[in-house]
């Protein structure tokens, strides 16, 4: 696994931040550890007492079966998501409180109360009913990062239907394979798209992913532009369909076990993964995260960073905000677009007390330099969260300084998960110390482990291995849409286990280190390193914006290290760039870890969700089929 020697200068980084004490006495959860520990003592019991806060149509009968791999929760409890992020609000109060609020890259606005937003969904609802969607009916969403996109999710929740939501900008091929794969009866869309000012034209794209395509029986077209497209056979517009629709839908009676999305994880190689989520489980954990991990207060105003067509987006952009009555903050585009000071002007203007994001948006934020924040209020911030991708102890030193004012007024926290996993399993709580380079520790209802390949558990301290979760909890994904061999898969790669696929050590503490995916793990003379490690001590050094390394075979060493690295602003690529570079990381970790090459890029290549696509970098270096690349940002 990772080798003790080449992880010392995460090992070393010192100088924890306490969070603010101010913080710490108003938060709603005070103990996660003693949360956690009865969470996995009783887990009956602690998630019974959660899920009483919401509705149900009908009670539980028997709270957890697990029939390895295979389990339930809640079994014969009856409810729809749906009713518990909008029903349950209009008889509380909220009917007039702002549930979404939505911005475009122009500095157009959207508010939408509650009772507003109940009536576009019910509308849409019947919409969907009336072209003859129903429980069970798969229905695929390519639509932009406007209101539009959530009332589709919400109206195909509260009539049963399976949503699939598909980002944006995908292109055609990805686009047709996720619709075949669902077998989809309808597919929303919209003609366009923005980001950095440009259109993208996402009627062009789904034109040429559905050509041919008997399996869809209509396409629901949000026509934006003032010139609109001529709807074709089998379209339907959007707004004819919520015009001519009531605005009363009884929300449909689901079985807690009942599906209610498929997503699609991206990024990797082979047939895409479509993740499977259900009504009540994922309701129950991704609000209860939602409430004690991001503590969002009821007068609160939340913003995540992230696309609905992400599983960020699902669970907090649209599920678990509106189950908990939060008012959230949504923006379609770039956040350094139209200026980069942007993200700090949202931020003063609408008084944003919560914010999630991800490392990648704040090393942007960093490489543009500290003079940007300091023109704003940013006082309202009390939380900032981030997940995705390893957070490196600069970037999170650089946003609590000139972010969250060096704790005077704000705190930032990392945290970790994935597609499947639907909500938080790693984290640092706003109660105890941040140790920069360490996700932190884990969260209620996650039994964290690391184990070596045989599955053995490893106990001493700093020591890496594979990152396993030994108990499912409600929020984690049921199945594989059409492949349950791949869900057993991934339980019994490693027996008695789910394997994450990311390399991990934990200190004595209990505080995870995730060094990065099991395949990203460099292989230099014997010694393991992991990437995400060679990266961090790069990007540490002040001239660096982001960085990014590969292993290229190497017939003496095995492999070496070449690295790919972004400039911030006022610096220049040149040898004596290369040579300080290099030392810097041999400072940092070691002579093992110095990369052979370095070469300066002005981006790298990214996931639409801002993750760095190592294995196009390798690929490209190697002359070797980059696999599926429909993820990559244009």
Known sequence: MVNQGQIDHLLQESGEIIPPAS?????????????????????EGFWSRVAKELDWIAPWDKVFQ????????????????????????LTSGKRNKAALVWLGEDGSERVYTYGRLAQLVNRFANG????????GDRVVIYMPLTPEGAIAMLACARIGAIHSVVYAGFSVGALRERILDAQAKVLITADAGYRRGNKVDLKGITDGAVEGLDVLQHIVVWRREDEKPELLPKEVDFDDLMAKSSIYCEAEVMDSEDPLYILYTSGTTGKPKGVLHVHGGYMVGTYYHFKTFWDVKDDDVYWCTSDIGWVVG??????????????TVFREGAIDYPHPGVFYEVVEKYGVNVVFTAPTALRMLMRYGESYPQQYDLRSMRLLTCAGEPLNPEALRWTYEFLCGNGEWGHIVDNWWQTETGA???????????????????LPGAVMDIVDREGEP???????????????????YRTVYGEPERQAQDWNTISGCYLTG??????????????????????????????AEVESALVSHPAVAEAAVIGKPDELRGETIKGFVTLRMGYEPSEEMVAALKAHVRQEIGPI????????????????????????LKAQELGLDPGDITTLEE
């Open 502 to 531: 990311d390399v991990a050590l934990r200190d004595a503490d209990g505080y995870f280190t995730v060094v990065g995916r099991a395949d990203d793990v460099l292989n230099v003379a014997g010694h393991r390193i992991g990437s």
């Open 424 to 442: 938080p399993c790693l984290g640092t709580p706003a109660t105890i110390p941040v140790k920069p380079g360490k996700v932190g520790i884990a």
């Open 458 to 476: 490893i106990t001493e301290p700093d020591k890496g291995g594979f990152l396993v979760i030994k108990q499912p909890f409600p929020h984690f």
């Open 314 to 327: 699902h669970s907090y952009i649209v599920y678990a905000p509106l189950i908990a009555g939060a008012t």
């Open 128 to 135: 969907l009913k009336s072209l003859g969607v129903g429980k």
């Open 23 to 43: 913080l710490v006495e108003q938060v709603y959860l005070k103990d996660h550890k003693e949360a956690h520990r009865q969470s996995i003592e009783d887990p």
């Open 66 to 89: 697990w029939d390895y791999p295979t389990f339930q929760w809640f079994l014969g409890g009856k409810c729809n998501i749906t009713a518990n992020c909008l029903d349950r609000h």
């Open 593 to 616: 870890a110095v990369p052979a090459e370095l070469e300066f890029t002005p981006t790298l290549p990214k996931t639409r969700s801002g993750k760095i696509m190592r294995r196009l």
